[in-house]
T-cell receptor, first 112, second 112 residues
């Protein structure tokens, strides 16, 4: 997971609260992704950003917003958390000249 | 759309046993294929990959061959160790926007 950091590592929210998950990379890669991982569901793409200034919806974008603040940072915001958003969230990056993704260590979110 | 199907787990083996985890893909073109591994409490990391038909990816004693005729990329290891216990994800991806498709993951448990 070298090169991709995520904060916080753990978070507990109450229904209706908001929070922002942070992702930063030091590999100077263009593409960044947010996934959620749920038991038996594998990885599902929430949003991605092909380059600074662009973002696109993935498979499960409802209830989330993203910001590609600069080339290094890509944040995921939950405006009004719901129990269905309890999950492990992973940020990933990819360089223009490679098809390999590099993942952060994850944020474990519980919404009560 | 593209899809990746991998065998469901958990797969439970004794140390030094032979491992096979099946993965098949459906895609309009010929994607790059990957196996990622996720150790407990960590993010995914690349285990091996193959970018074209008949390529063999290998790493840490694991191997997988890109079989175009059977659209498969099965993961194998001749002698597993307790330290191989993890969740293994098969994935495929191609194209300019590069949104890879992940399988649901296969949990491997290796007993001493």
């Amino acid at each position: 997971n070298a090169g991709v950091t995520q904060t916080p590592k753990f978070q507990v929210l109450k229904t209706g609260q908001s929070m922002t998950l942070q992702c930063a990379q030091d590999m100077n890669h263009n593409s960044m992704y947010w996934y959620r991982q749920d038991p038996g569901m594998g990885l599902r793409l929430i949003y991605y950003s092909a380059s600074e200034g662009t973002t696109d919806k993935g498979e499960v974008p409802n209830g989330y917003n993203v910001s590609r603040l600069n080339k290094r940072e890509f944040s995921l915001r939950l405006e009004s958390a719901a129990p269905s958003q309890t999950s492990v969230y992973f940020c990933a990056i990819r360089g223009a000249s490679t098809d390999t993704q590099y993942f952060g260590p994850g944020t474990r979110l519980t919404v009560l | 759309g593209d899809s990746v199907t991998q065998m469901e787990g958990p797969v439970t083996l004794s140390e030094e046993a032979f491992l096979t985890i099946n993965c098949t893909y459906t895609a309009t073109g010929y994607p790059s294929l990957f196996w990622y591994v996720q150790y407990p409490g960590e993010g995914l990391q690349l285990l091996l990959k193959a970018t074209k038909a008949d390529d063999k990816g290998s790493n840490k004693g694991f191997e997988a061959t890109y079989r175009k005729e059977t659209t498969s990329f099965h993961l194998e290891k001749g002698s597993v160790q307790v330290s191989d216990s993890a969740v293994y994800f098969c994935a495929g991806g191609s194209g300019g926007s590069y949104i890879p498709t992940f399988g649901r993951g296969t949990s491997l448990i290796v007993h001493p």
